[in-house]
C-alpha cells in the first residue's frame, strides 16, 4: 500500500535527492502514477513556466490515479 504520491521539480540542475525509508528497496511494492492525470489537476504549464521536464517512461505512461486501483489511499493526518 501506498501512502503518498511524491513529486518534485528541482531547480538547478545539480541536484541531489535523498529520502529515508523503513526497509530495503522492494520490485514488487513499487507503483506509481501518471504525471499528468487530469485526475489531479495540476497546471503544469503554469508550473514549468516553459521549462521541458525530463520525465521517466515510469511517469509518462504510468497509470491515471482511476487506473491504478486505489494503490493510493489518503489515511487522514497520523
Known amino acids: 500500500l501506498h501512502e503518498r504520491i511524491e513529486s518534485m521539480e528541482p531547480l ?3 541536484v541531489e535527492f535523498r529520502y529515508k525509508v523503513d526497509n530495503v528497496y522492494n520490485k514488487e511494492s ?5 504525471y499528468d492525470d487530469p485526475t489531479c489537476n495540476v497546471d503544469w504549464g503554469k508550473l514549468l513556466d516553459g521549462i521541458e521536464p525530463v520525465l521517466s517512461e515510469k511517469d509518462m505512461t504510468g497509470p491515471t490515479l482511476e487506473e491504478s486501483n486505489n494503490q493510493f489511499v489518503y489515511e487522514g493526518d497520523k
Not at 30 to 34: A, D, K, P
Open 12 to 14: 538547478t540542475e545539480n
Open 30 to 34: 513499487e507503483g506509481g502514477m501518471r
